[in-house]
T-cell receptor, first 113, second 113 residues
Framework: DVKVTQSSRYLVKRTGEKVFLECVQD?????MFWYRQDPGLGLRLIYF???????EKGDIPEGYSVSREKKERFSLILESASTNQTSMYLC????????????FGPGTRLTVT | GESVGLHLPTLSVQEGDNSIINCAYS??????FIWYKQESGKGPQFIID?????DKRQGQRVTVLLNKTVKHLSLQIAATQPGDSAVYFC????????????FGKGNQVVVIP
């Protein structure tokens, strides 16, 4: 079974802190994605990566950055956390080329106070 | 924490009845569609997918129907069980989008025992 793991299930941070969310997948997938999920808004893509050291902005990249130094690991960084970044963060991965099916991690619920 | 199911269209169904969840997609060039199930506190989980060269696909207790003429997708769940209570998302591939998926906002299904 494909496994996507996220470093924390729950996280509480203060405004202005730098926050790292880590995601690891064990299926040698080329593509990795970071979404945030808010009630009534569905899943919104923040950033994605289709190869090591490659990244592309999604629909809502402002206030976030990412890092992909190894194929299995994709990190989401909040440079200076703000209260409007309180959300559920979901990581996903998929095969390259025609591998559209994305496998999701369990999510990290981040609260910024 | 606040449920992802808040503010979503809700389908209440009696246990044992069939459920039909509908989804309108936006891009007529999309050629791959997928349904996910998300239980409370978990990441989305793949249910079934379909390519645009098909109009129906069946899985275990689930059937996906695709009507490309009106850009409509539906998920049918046979003999709904309490474990089917969840939020259901449809997604379509983003043509030329590097394996991106565009997600619908979701439908909450509540199974009444």
């Amino acid at each position: 079974d494909v496994k996507v793991t996220q470093s924390s299930r729950y996280l509480v941070k203060r405004t202005g802190e730098k926050v790292f969310l880590e995601c690891v997948q064990d299926m040698d997938h080329e593509n990795m994605f970071w979404y945030r999920q808010d009630p009534g808004l569905g899943l919104r893509l923040i950033y994605f990566s289709y190869d090591v050291k490659m990244k592309e902005k999604g629909d809502i990249p402002e206030g976030y950055s990412v890092s992909r130094e190894k194929k299995e690991r994709f990190s989401l960084i909040l440079e200076s956390a703000s209260t409007n970044q309180t959300s559920m963060y979901l990581c996903a991965s998929s095969f390259g080329l025609a591998g559209y099916e994305q496998y999701f991690g369990p999510g990290t619920r981040l609260t910024v106070t | 924490g606040e449920s992802v199911g808040l503010h979503l269209p809700t389908l209440s169904v009696q246990e044992g009845d069939n459920s039909i969840i509908n989804c309108a997609y936006s891009n007529s060039a999309s050629d791959y569609f997928i349904w996910y199930k998300q239980e409370s506190g978990k990441g989305p989980q793949f249910i079934i997918d379909i390519r645009s060269n098909m109009d129906k696909r069946q899985g275990q207790r689930v059937t996906v129907l695709l009507n490309k003429t009106v850009k409509h997708l539906s998920l049918q769940i046979a003999a709904t069980q309490p474990g089917d209570s969840a939020v259901y998302f449809c997604a379509e591939n983003v043509p030329g989008g590097n394996n991106r998926l565009a997600f619908g906002k979701g439908n909450q299904v509540v199974v009444i025992p």
